[in-house]
């Protein structure tokens, strides 16, 4: 229905994917383990439980939503407890093997728990898990292989492989169990990419099939490949409370495909959460899309049975949308104003640029055809319809706005407007933008602007009870959609939330210079306070980025002279005139560098526009530059309120070397006590979808007693067979522990050691 340019076809076959029967992370961190190890050692984390719950939950993942109860209860006596827990002496820990793979896994031998807390006011609790009776005997790991037919495949740029959808993949499946009775009796489950289950044997160990059904307007065939991958044994499931072997993530695995199959073919799914639609008032969010409501599900070994954790999930989605509307949106955004457009409307290069950066790897269907034909983008043309010719079979050449007004009415309204390039590069099917509309129910891949984050924000917040009367309605969804695949895989769901014990602890009282302060109605009132050492704000000066130079200078630095006389903290005015630039890249980096030749100690950045570039100008300051940076969006530097510079005067203290404030010494724990080092570890990924930046992986430790002062170590890490990097482990792990103790001996007399290290690892869901 295009215009297609001609060229010789060809073909490159898709290299075979990797079977993810297994992520890195189990394979690597298997453990025999006691029975009191729960869901949340498994991820590394005790994750964002509310601060002040301190509960013996059997499954603490970072994504539980403790409610607290109308009645508290009692906690249990320590050795009540340890019955209630399993707590038991330390067994030798033995080389487990894999049921699937017989391979010995890592073990690890652990300390027996001295004990459970005792502080605080006993608190019964609500948690978002839900127990689960699992199955005994085998599940059977079936290896799929979908490809389309070899005509289709041509169509698929040559530098990427046939990579069909997980929608289509469903799809298929679900065609081919339908038609097949051997599949159907046994009503398999299916990941979407390459995993398939089922409770019995199929009578086949390898078997081809062709599938053919309607899609996009057009019959389409298949060619599928079902293989004998793997016998899981549900059994070992049962025996990690039992015995105390490692938990065998194959079964886990299986597990969350079972409970996610039977919501994913009906919905929406994103990873491990199930979208079910927009809801009826959709925030937007900017960017041409809007927030969906859904729900994530994750299977969790518990320390006395498996959990379904059921929580509330939300993400951007693309409006289905007119391509032009959608143009319209982005450009009114990006220049602040509304952007219109005539028949005889040009786009510039920069905005052509700027449109296929967003529209780069959507799909968009047609709109000019009786049936909807989708197509996914390669990029936007810089030459208008009017200007872009292709060749046809005859060997004669028409441009894209002859071929559509000859062959389409009313059509080609905007003919001065750029094309939708789709197919390959030897054979690129344009398409005028007016033809195209965006394809719904599709996420946002990209990471959100700093716009869109605030406004998820502004949407998302919710009191604890509302948030759990949606995670319970999940429940139910989940339940319902999940039945029959349930039933035949023999797994039962309690559809009530469990309970577990908890204790409210009593908040800290803090210490500020001549003054202890004591938390009261849920928060620190810091009017009137001090800060324990406060550092000289000497040497600053003020950076204005797509804003109005006048009108916020003078005020700020007005207002940050006030809070900082509350706070006991000197500062001068700045050492040179204030800077207003733009947002160009080059712009910040110049302004940057000038400041840095004046032996700036701290640039004040004040972001104007509606989308600032705030990771550029840390990025230059803080990579290229060398120099500190304290950012503040427009508004709030028109701002007269107090306490929003009280706060950003503690984070300058804090980044000039001043301690703002410590624990009071009998507040504090008895593990802090001693001259303690805390580390944070984590490793970031870029978002999905994004196949250039690597993963960093970064260590966070305390310099100091009180714990005020912190360094890092960061690592970049890149795997080699892949152009992407989604590691987990932290593969230097030694080497920046090392850097981090030798910081902590050059910050305490270069002689002091840590008498001991606290380390907290945040892990993967």
């Given at each position: 229905?295009?215009?297609?340019?001609?060229?010789?076809?060809?073909?490159?076959?898709?290299?075979?994917?990797?079977?993810?029967?297994?992520?890195?992370?189990?394979?690597?961190?298997?453990?025999?383990?006691?029975?009191?190890?729960?869901?949340?050692?498994?991820?590394?984390?005790?994750?964002?439980?509310?601060?002040?719950?301190?509960?013996?939950?059997?499954?603490?993942?970072?994504?539980?939503?403790?409610?607290?109860?109308?009645?508290?209860?009692?906690?249990?006596?320590?050795?009540?407890?340890?019955?209630?827990?399993?707590?038991?002496?330390?067994?030798?820990?033995?080389?487990?093997?894999?049921?699937?793979s017989g391979v010995p896994q890592q073990t690890a031998q652990f300390p027996r728990r001295s004990g459970y807390g005792r502080l605080g006011t006993p608190v019964n609790l609500l948690t978002n898990h839900f127990a689960m009776k699992l199955p005994r005997g085998n599940v059977f790991h079936y290896d799929v292989s979908i490809r389309s037919s070899p005509k289709e495949e041509a169509t698929v740029p040559v530098e990427q492989p046939v990579c069909l959808s997980s929608r289509i993949n469903r799809e298929v499946i679900k065609t081919l169990v339908d038609n097949?009775?051997?599949?159907?009796?046994?009503?398999?489950?299916?990941?979407?990419?390459?995993?398939?289950?089922?409770?019995?044997?199929?009578?086949?160990?390898?078997?081809?099939?062709?599938?053919?059904?309607?899609?996009?307007?057009?019959?389409?065939?298949?060619?599928?490949?079902?293989?004998?991958?793997?016998?899981?044994?549900?059994?070992?499931?049962?025996?990690?409370?039992?015995?105390?072997?490692?938990?065998?993530?194959?079964?886990?695995?299986?597990?969350?495909?079972?409970?996610?199959?039977?919501?994913?073919?009906?919905?929406?799914?994103?990873?491990?959460?199930?979208?079910?639609?927009?809801?009826?008032?959709?925030?937007?969010?900017?960017?041409?899309?809007?927030?969906?409501?859904?729900?994530?599900?994750?299977?969790?070994?518990?320390?006395?049975?498996?959990?379904?954790?059921?929580?509330?999930?939300?993400?951007?989605?693309?409006?289905?949308?007119?391509?032009?509307?959608?143009?319209?949106?982005?450009?009114?955004?990006?220049?602040?104003?509304?952007?219109?457009?005539?028949?005889?409307?040009?786009?510039?290069?920069?905005?052509?640029?700027?449109?296929?950066?967003?529209?780069?790897?959507?799909?968009?269907?047609?709109?000019?055809?009786?049936?909807?034909?989708?197509?996914?983008?390669?990029?936007?043309?810089?030459?208008?319809?009017?200007?872009?010719?292709?060749?046809?079979?005859?060997?004669?050449?028409?441009?894209?706005?002859?071929?559509?007004?000859?062959?389409?009415?009313?059509?080609?309204?905007?003919?001065?407007?750029?094309?939708?390039?789709?197919?390959?590069?030897?054979?690129?099917?344009?398409?005028?933008?007016?033809?195209?509309?965006?394809?719904?129910?599709?996420?946002?891949?990209?990471?959100?602007?700093?716009?869109?984050?605030?406004?998820?924000?502004?949407?998302?917040?919710?009191?604890?009870?509302?948030?759990?009367?949606?995670?319970?309605?999940?429940?139910?969804?989940?339940?319902?959609?999940?039945?029959?695949?349930?039933?035949?895989?023999?797994?039962?769901?309690?559809?009530?939330?469990?309970?577990?014990?908890?204790?409210?602890?009593?908040?800290?009282?803090?210490?500020?210079?001549?003054?202890?302060?004591?938390?009261?109605?849920?928060?620190?009132?810091?009017?009137?306070?001090?800060?324990?050492?406060?550092?000289?704000?000497?040497?600053?000066?003020?950076?204005?980025?797509?804003?109005?130079?006048?009108?916020?200078?003078?005020?700020?630095?007005?207002?940050?002279?006030?809070?900082?006389?509350?706070?006991?903290?000197?500062?001068?005015?700045?050492?040179?005139?204030?800077?207003?630039?733009?947002?160009?890249?080059?712009?910040?980096?110049?302004?940057?560098?000038?400041?840095?030749?004046?032996?700036?100690?701290?640039?004040?950045?004040?972001?104007?526009?509606?989308?600032?570039?705030?990771?550029?100008?840390?990025?230059?300051?803080?990579?290229?530059?060398?120099?500190?940076?304290?950012?503040?969006?427009?508004?709030?530097?028109?701002?007269?309120?107090?306490?929003?510079?009280?706060?950003?005067?503690?984070?300058?203290?804090?980044?000039?070397?001043?301690?703002?404030?410590?624990?009071?010494?009998?507040?504090?724990?008895?593990?802090?006590?001693?001259?303690?080092?805390?580390?944070?570890?984590?490793?970031?990924?870029?978002?999905?979808?994004?196949?250039?930046?690597?993963?960093?992986?970064?260590?966070?430790?305390?310099?100091?007693?009180?714990?005020?002062?912190?360094?890092?170590?960061?690592?970049?890490?890149?795997?080699?067979?892949?152009?992407?990097?989604?590691?987990?482990?932290?593969?230097?792990?030694?080497?920046?522990?090392?850097?981090?103790?030798?910081?902590?001996?050059?910050?305490?007399?270069?002689?002091?050691?840590?008498?001991?290290?606290?380390?907290?690892?945040?892990?993967?869901?």
């Amino acid at each position: 229905g295009g215009g297609r340019g001609r060229g010789r076809r060809r073909q490159k076959s898709a290299p075979k994917d990797k079977h993810p029967r297994e992520s890195q992370e189990s394979s690597m961190q298997r453990r025999s383990v006691e029975t009191e190890q729960t869901a949340d050692t498994q991820r590394g984390g005790a994750g964002n439980q509310e601060a002040n719950h301190a509960a013996m939950v059997p499954n603490a993942a970072s994504s539980a939503t403790p409610v607290a109860a109308q009645q508290p209860v009692r906690q249990p006596d320590g050795a009540a407890a340890r019955e209630t827990l399993g707590m038991g002496a330390v067994r030798k820990a033995l080389p487990a093997t894999s049921p699937t793979s017989g391979v010995p896994q890592q073990t690890a031998q652990f300390p027996r728990r001295s004990g459970y807390g005792r502080l605080g006011t006993p608190v019964n609790l609500l948690t978002n898990h839900f127990a689960m009776k699992l199955p005994r005997g085998n599940v059977f790991h079936y290896d799929v292989s979908i490809r389309s037919s070899p005509k289709e495949e041509a169509t698929v740029p040559v530098e990427q492989p046939v990579c069909l959808s997980s929608r289509i993949n469903r799809e298929v499946i679900k065609t081919l169990v339908d038609n097949h009775s051997e599949m159907l009796q046994n009503q398999p489950v299916f990941d979407g990419r390459k995993n398939l289950y089922s409770r019995e044997e199929l009578p086949f160990r390898e078997r081809k099939f062709e599938v053919q059904f309607d899609g996009d307007g057009r019959k389409r065939k298949f060619n599928v490949t079902v293989k004998y991958a793997a016998t899981v044994s549900m059994d070992a499931l049962h025996d990690v409370y039992k015995k105390h072997s490692a938990v065998p993530q194959e079964a886990i695995q299986a597990l969350d495909i079972i409970v996610r199959y039977g919501p994913s073919i009906k919905f929406t799914p994103v990873g491990r959460s199930i979208f079910t639609g927009p809801p009826k008032d959709i925030p937007y969010l900017g960017s041409g899309c809007k927030a969906w409501y859904g729900y994530y599900t994750s299977v969790r070994p518990a320390q006395s049975m498996c959990m379904l954790n059921v929580d509330r999930a939300v993400a951007a989605f693309y409006e289905a949308i007119p391509v032009t509307d959608f143009m319209a949106k982005l450009f009114s955004e990006l220049a602040r104003t509304k952007f219109t457009f005539t028949s005889s409307s040009q786009l510039t290069a920069s905005q052509c640029e700027a449109l296929s950066n967003e529209l780069k790897d959507l799909k968009v269907e047609t709109s000019h055809l009786t049936y909807a034909r989708h197509y996914r983008v390669v990029g936007v043309t810089l030459k208008s319809a009017e200007e872009l010719r292709f060749e046809l079979p005859d060997n004669d050449t028409k441009t894209v706005a002859e071929y559509f007004r000859t062959n389409y009415s009313n059509c080609m309204k905007f003919p001065n407007l750029p094309c939708i390039q789709s197919g390959t590069l030897q054979r690129p099917v344009y398409l005028p933008l007016e033809a195209c509309r965006i394809v719904g129910e599709q996420p946002y891949r990209k990471k959100l602007t700093d716009s869109m984050t605030a406004q998820m924000n502004n949407h998302t917040r919710h009191p604890p009870e509302d948030r759990f009367a949606s995670i319970s309605e999940s429940v139910g969804k989940v339940l319902e959609e999940s039945a029959p695949y349930l039933k035949r895989f023999d797994i039962t769901v309690d559809n009530k939330a469990t309970k577990v014990p908890g204790r409210v602890l009593d908040p800290p009282s803090l210490v500020f210079n001549g003054k202890n302060l004591s938390r009261a109605a849920g928060r620190w009132n810091a009017a009137g306070i001090r800060l324990l050492e406060a550092k000289p704000f000497q040497k600053w000066a003020i950076l204005v980025v797509d804003g109005r130079y006048s009108q916020v200078v003078s005020n700020l630095i007005q207002e940050l002279k006030k809070a900082a006389q509350s706070f006991g903290m000197r500062v001068n005015d700045p050492v040179c005139d204030s800077v207003c630039i733009g947002v160009d890249r080059r712009d910040i980096l110049q302004a940057l560098r000038d400041l840095k030749k004046r032996d700036v100690e701290l640039v004040v950045v004040v972001l104007g526009g509606r989308t600032p570039p705030y990771a550029d100008i840390k990025e230059a300051a803080e990579v290229q530059v060398g120099i500190r940076t304290q950012c503040i969006v427009e508004r709030n530097a028109r701002s007269t309120t107090s306490a929003l510079y009280l706060n950003i005067l503690m984070k300058i203290n804090a980044k000039l070397g001043g301690i703002n404030n410590g624990l009071l010494r009998e507040d504090k724990p008895g593990v802090l006590k001693p001259l303690a080092m805390i580390i944070g570890a984590d490793v970031t990924h870029p978002a999905p979808g994004d196949r250039t930046r690597p993963s960093i992986a970064a260590c966070v430790a305390s310099m100091d007693d009180h714990p005020a002062k912190y360094r890092a170590a960061i690592r970049v890490q890149i795997q080699e067979q892949e152009a992407v990097a989604r590691v987990e482990i932290i593969e230097d792990l030694k080497g920046m522990v090392k850097e981090l103790l030798a910081a902590f001996r050059q910050a305490n007399n270069r002689h002091r050691k840590p008498d001991q290290i606290i380390f907290y690892r945040d892990g993967v869901s």
